[in-house]
């Protein structure tokens, strides 16, 4: 059983920065992926960035030379730098955990955070 907890949203002016932490918890667990999406108000959820935990980091093609994802496996967190926001970047973006692994083997259902709105002004 994992638990992700988000922080770090809030409001921005366009061209602004922030960043997104993820907190992963529980007990004797490992994930093979863990990511971030996104949600906007009518709109499907996409992709931002996933980041196995050996490997390169995949983004989705809005984000791109703008957010970088990073993890820290030993602290079970992973961060998004979200650089040069636009009003289009406005959301609620949501932790995401794939291929958790416990005591139980692996997991086949995803663990998602709550969400954390964020939000860009122009």
């Known amino acids: 059983q994992v638990q992700l907890v988000e922080s770090g949203g809030g409001l921005v002016q366009a061209g602004g920065s922030l960043r997104l932490s993820c907190a992963a918890s529980?007990?004797?667990?490992?994930?093979?992926?863990m990511g971030w999406y996104r949600q906007a108000p009518g709109k499907q959820r996409e992709l931002v960035a996933t980041?196995?935990?050996?490997?390169?980091?995949s983004y989705g093609d809005s984000v791109k030379g703008r957010f970088i994802i990073s993890r820290d496996n030993a602290k079970n967190t992973v961060h998004l730098q979200m650089e040069n926001l636009e009003p289009e970047d406005t959301a609620v973006y949501y932790c995401?955990?794939?291929?958790?692994?416990?005591?139980?083997?692996?997991?086949?259902?995803?663990?998602w955070g709550q969400g954390t709105q964020v939000t860009v002004s122009s």
């Open positions: 529980g007990s004797d667990f490992s994930i093979n992926i």
């Open positions: 995401n955990a794939q291929g958790v692994v416990t005591p139980r083997g692996l997991h086949r259902s995803d663990y």
């Open positions: 980041m196995p935990n050996r490997g390169a980091a």
